[in-house]
């Protein structure tokens, strides 16, 4: 589905609902790091791909590129993983 038909939740659900965002190994391409995101209960959400976010996000220093993979992410959460 492309971003522009997917639906996301607003940012205010997705950051109660978000408890951390993980880059991680992914485990089909170990040259590719991916951004696990989980809630309270430590269930896993969704994942980002770790290039192609940094690459919305654009260059930064590493306090800089943090907090906007994180705003990033929580503006990106679709509303699907209610279904979870």
Same mark, same amino acid.
């Given at each position: 589905?492309?971003?522009?038909?997917?639906?996301?939740?607003?940012?205010? +659900?997705?950051?109660?609902?978000? *408890? *951390?965002?993980?880059?991680?190994?992914n485990?089909?391409?170990?040259?590719?790091?991916?951004?696990?995101?989980?809630?309270?209960?430590e269930? +896993?959400?969704?994942? %980002?791909? %770790?290039?192609?976010?940094?690459?919305?996000?654009?260059?930064?220093?590493?306090?800089?590129?943090? *907090? *906007?993979?994180?705003?990033?992410?929580?503006?990106?959460?679709?509303?699907?993983?209610l279904?979870?």
């Open positions: 589905m492309a971003e522009s038909e997917m639906k996301f939740l607003p940012f205010q +659900e997705a950051a109660r609902l978000v *408890a *951390a965002i993980q880059e991680e190994e485990v089909h391409d170990q040259d590719r790091r991916i951004l696990t995101v989980y809630d309270h209960d269930r +896993e959400l969704c994942w %980002f791909d %770790f290039e192609e976010v940094l690459q919305e996000i654009g260059p930064g220093d590493k306090e800089q590129q943090q *907090a *906007a993979v994180q705003n990033y992410v929580l503006h990106h959460i679709p509303e699907w993983v279904d979870l």
